[in-house]
């Protein structure tokens, strides 16, 4: 089992979400990304965001990264030494070793005939990353979504049949995980600030279960 880490930051780290599977083997897209695990097949992927002084990091990822948008109103009232500056731009430097910058906050790997993007996503006193795909011959993205229930009926009615057209919806403890595809990431970016289960209700996901690191 092939594993692969996005880290943006080197202190306090917290894994942002719950790790997903790529299986790169199936033709089906809609089943490409799951929390099951079978066999040696796949790759795990897990996604490491620092939650310290986050809104000042922001800034310096914008220093080094122009494109990135900013929303007009930023709330940051953070004590940041130099140490710890320099220290996130290393972080960042390290990452974009692997991952390769696109603009705009977008970063993407490319395996096979699939390309993993890492979204940025900022609100107006924090940000996060999240993961959509594309795939070679296939239009859009495809994108996972946690949901608190109460509200899962209203982003039915919301999407387009194009986007729910193949879509999954899977049961889990605390939301539901929504499974389908994008047609453009800032769609999926305003879909991320509304409805997902961590951001839009400023949760943190906790695990509950034990994640073998599998090797």
């Known amino acids: 089992m092939r594993r692969i880490e996005f880290r943006l ?14 299986d790169f083997r199936k033709r089906n897209f809609s089943s490409m990304i799951t929390r099951r ?16 002084n986050q809104m000042s990091k922001l800034l310096i990822l914008k220093s080094m990264h122009p494109g990135i948008f900013m929303p007009p109103r930023l709330t940051i009232n953070e004590t940041f030494t130099r140490e710890e500056i320099n220290d996130f731009i290393d972080s960042v430097r390290e990452l974009e070793r692997t991952w390769e910058y696109q603009d705009h906050g977008l970063w993407k790997m490319r395996i096979n005939d699939l390309t993993v993007y890492m979204v940025l996503v900022i ?20 994108v996972e979504l946690p949901v608190d229930p109460k509200l899962s009926e209203r982003l039915l009615d919301e999407l387009t049949p194009e986007e729910k057209h193949d879509m999954e919806i899977h049961e889990h403890v605390e939301n539901r995980h929504f499974h389908f595809t994008v047609y453009s990431i800032e ?24 994640i073998e690191d599998i090797s």
């Open 9 to 22: 930051g080197r202190r306090h780290l917290t894994l942002e979400v719950p790790p997903f599977f790529i």
């Open 37 to 52: 695990v079978s066999g040696d097949e796949g790759t795990l992927f897990y996604v490491y965001i620092t939650r310290k």
């Open 123 to 142: 609100g107006a006193d924090r940000w996060t990353v999240r993961a959509i795909i594309s795939k070679d011959g296939m239009p859009g993205y495809r």
């Open 187 to 210: 769609r999926f970016i305003d879909l991320v600030k509304r409805y997902d289960y961590y951001f839009a209700r400023k949760e943190r996901w906790e695990q509950s279960v034990r």
